[in-house]
Nanobody
Framework: QVQLVESGGGLVQPGGSLRLSCAAS????????IGWFRQAPGKEREGVAC????????HYADSVKDRFTISRDTGKKSAYLQMNSLKPEDTAVYYC???????????????????????????WGKGTLVTVSS
């Protein structure tokens, strides 16, 4: 049974940092791309960041570029989202999700993942709330 469990959310002041973790079980992350998504109250879910299997190339939404960093540790079956310079508009429930990628990843894999609400993803965690407020 596949499970993704996010942790690390909480309340942080504007300009602060948080590190989200996504612990995976029931699958081998080596063959999965990992995406982080978020959903703010009253808004649609949006892609935030993605990391490819094999070469670990990354892609980010414009709104978080240069502030957020996605990473993975396949040995620990975990993925991370380091969030710096947080803004009130980053307030949302953050989800990690995976998509199975057999063979060579398509060149635009992560652009596709981040560019949509995550309909292409196979598995989802239940989310962790991030609140950015003074």
């Amino acid at each position: 049974q596949v499970q993704l469990v996010e942790s690390g959310g909480g309340l942080v002041q504007p300009g602060g940092s948080l590190r989200l973790s996504c612990a995976a079980s029931g699958l081998t992350l080596d063959y999965y791309a990992i995406g982080w998504f978020r959903q703010a109250p009253g808004k649609e879910r949006e892609g935030v960041a993605c990391i490819r299997p094999s070469d670990s190339k990354t892609h980010y939404a414009d709104s978080v570029k240069d502030r957020f960093t996605i990473s993975r540790d396949t040995g620990k079956k975990s993925a991370y989202l380091q969030m710096n310079s947080l803004k009130p508009e980053d307030t949302a429930v953050y989800y990690c999700a995976t998509i199975f990628v057999p063979g060579v990843p398509p060149p635009d894999l992560c652009e596709t993942v981040v560019g949509g609400p995550g309909d292409v993803m196979d598995y989802w965690g239940k989310g962790t709330l991030v609140t950015v407020s003074s």
